[in-house]
């Protein structure tokens, strides 16, 4: 089956420090999407994006399909960026699976 | 507001007891999921249902049961067969299978005594 490996599976920052998430995936998929769960559990979209940029603010995320890799970029980061963040994707040959990677578990300090 | 509920957020049980979780949308989405999380790991499906009265097993349906009577509803049951039910349960929508994005409920942690 399809493989979602995120690096690093840790990180801890200093506040105002930038951070860069990696989601490799091991097929074709149709979808992938960022995830930030926070300490009490709930997991808050943070893109929808099967190819190209998107931003919102200091987040930002590239995926390149065909290179079968997605990046999370936080700039400025703060300490409520803490939690951990998980990389999830459609697999191409079958829509109703969505295939989780173990995350990155992510430490602002302040 | 729209969204996903789920409910109870904190679950004790017994063993050998059935425990039933509820979800409810009112994002008129087709699609719902159940997934499984436990300590420091991500997230496993359990069942997903594309549509009313429609359901297939994930990974680890195991132990597991569900039903999709209405279109706002996919309740979980955790039977007795379920060998380590303590975990946290995650229901999540969409709005068409493997179309749109996922959006998850809060949750629901289950706890055997």
């Known amino acids: 089956g399809i493989q979602v490996e995120q690096s690093p599976p840790d990180l801890i920052l200093q506040e105002g420090a930038n951070s860069t998430l990696r989601c490799n995936f091991s097929d074709s998929v149709n979808n992938l999407q960022w995830f930030h769960q926070n300490p009490w559990g709930q997991l808050i979209n943070l893109f929808y994006i099967p190819s190209g940029t998107k931003q919102n603010g200091r987040l930002s995320a590239t995926t390149v399909a065909t290179e079968r890799y997605s990046l999370l970029y936080i700039s400025s980061s703060q300490t409520t960026d803490s939690g951990v963040y998980f990389c999830a994707v459609y697999l191409y040959y079958n829509n109703n699976d969505m295939r989780f990677g173990a995350g990155t578990r992510l430490t602002v300090k302040p | 507001d729209g969204g996903i509920t789920q409910s109870p957020k904190y679950l004790f049980r017994k063993e050998g007891q059935n425990v039933t979780l509820s979800c409810e949308q009112n994002?008129?989405?087709?699609?719902m999921y159940w997934y499984r999380q436990d300590p420091g790991q991500g997230l496993r499906l359990i069942y997903y249902?594309?549509?009313?009265?429609?359901?297939q097993k994930g990974d680890i349906a195991e132990g597991y049961s569900v039903s999709r009577e209405k279109k706002e509803s996919f309740p979980l049951t955790v039977t007795s067969a379920q060998k380590n039910p303590t975990a946290f349960y995650l229901c999540?929508?969409?709005?068409?299978?493997?179309?749109?994005?996922?959006?998850f409920g809060e949750g629901s942690r289950l706890t055997v005594l």
């Open positions: 249902s594309q549509i009313v009265n429609d359901f």
């Open positions: 994002l008129n989405h087709d699609a």
């Open positions: 999540a929508s969409s709005i068409k299978p493997g179309a749109g994005e996922l959006f």
